[in-house]
């Protein structure tokens, strides 16, 4: 496999390069998560619990400036280079709003906090921040940057560190998702009937919940106007299309404890082996493209104005990305994004 490396280091790279394994692959092949392989097996980093709750860190990370934030799932890795700034977290929900670290938060999954310090072949030492649920997967991970304030990041660390031997994680498992209701039980009228008469794009989970139906599921079921299944290999030529019409997008990847955006427009869409890359200054996009199982195009009316997107299932149903147009509350949906998803042929 091409080794990209910033997938589980969130070292970016914008081209192969030889690499000692990622962190999560050795984790791995040792049959443990990545949590429990930092905290237990690797030898070659510092590592230091930091104090939780999590949601205190957050809010503790204006005075870094620039770091570079890295969201994952399984199958997709996104990076992005910016400042945290507009933090708001109440109770289990948090936001930070900033047009470049654009994250949702649902802290209510962070369960373990680390610095770590990472020796670096040339003798330089990568410093980040690390956090995990339960069970030791990343939920998100923060990495300093040349511009980062690096006093105010020993500040940080300073003030969470735990005392003490470092104690490895014990991870508890995670209940899977429930399985989709077989879809004899689905209302299908009544699901396409609260879509058309959805007022915000933000109320597509309430009407799923309503509904009692799985997202996939409901793109499968719901068909036209609202979806339409589109072949699996079919994002690289959507990215080329907004690269070539100067059409800026908005990119959501997330996992059970965060999701993060990025909105802009992109510039090089590089394929490497099975990684689909995005690789911009300040933003970085690692999309396993042979993990992608099945494919939408959809479409949701709102107040202002309707919305299409892309989205990207895998084999068990989940969401690995999504992918819109670049859009404000209270803006038209840009006509270049329209066209070009309405451009993709069906599957």
């Not at 031997?165 to 989709?180: F, K, S, Y």
């Not at 059409?247 to 869409?269: A, D, E, L, T, Y």
Request: aromatic share 6%.
């Amino acid at each position: 496999m091409t080794n990209l490396a910033p997938a589980a280091s969130g070292t970016p790279a914008d081209a192969p390069r030889p690499a000692p394994k990622r962190p999560i692959d050795q984790a791995a092949a040792l049959g443990v998560s990545e949590g429990v392989w930092l905290t237990a097996h690797q030898s070659d980093a510092r590592v230091i619990r930091l104090a939780l709750p999590a949601a205190a860190i957050i809010e503790a990370l204006p005075p870094l400036g620039t770091v570079m934030a890295l969201t994952r799932n399984h199958a997709c890795v996104h990076e992005k280079d910016g400042a945290y700034a507009n933090i708001e977290i109440n109770g289990g929900m948090g936001l930070v709003l900033n047009h470049e670290i654009d994250l949702r938060l649902f802290m209510g999954q962070w369960a373990h906090a680390f610095a770590v310090e990472t020796p670096l072949d040339d003798g330089a030492i990568r410093h980040s921040l690390q956090f995990f649920d339960k069970a030791g997967v990343a939920i998100h991970k923060i990495f300093a940057r040349p511009q980062t304030d690096m006093a105010a990041w020993r500040d940080l660390v300073s003030r969470f560190a735990v005392e003490g031997p470092l104690q490895p994680i014990l991870a508890e498992p995670i209940a899977p998702p429930a399985a989709d209701r077989p879809d004899a039980e689905i209302d299908v009228e009544a699901l396409r009937d609260g879509w058309w008469k959805l007022a915000d794009v933000h109320d597509f989970f309430a009407l799923l919940r309503k509904q009692g139906v799985g997202r996939r599921q409901a793109m499968r079921l719901a068909g036209g106007p609202f979806s339409r299944a589109i072949p699996t290999d079919s994002l690289q030529a959507i990215l080329e299309q907004a690269v070539a019409r100067d059409v800026p997008i908005m990119c959501f990847v997330g996992n059970n404890g965060c999701i993060q955006i990025h909105s802009g427009p992109i510039r090089r869409v590089v394929p490497m082996g099975p990684w689909l890359n995005i690789l911009d200054p300040g933003f970085n996009l690692h999309l396993r493209a042979d993990l992608i199982a099945e494919a939408y195009a959809v479409w949701k009316p709102q107040t202002d104005s309707a919305v299409h997107s892309i989205e990207l299932f895998d084999k068990d149903g989940l969401l690995i990305a999504q992918f819109f147009g670049e859009r404000k509350p209270g803006q038209p949906e840009l006509e270049g994004w329209k066209q070009i998803v309405e451009e993709v042929p069906a599957a």
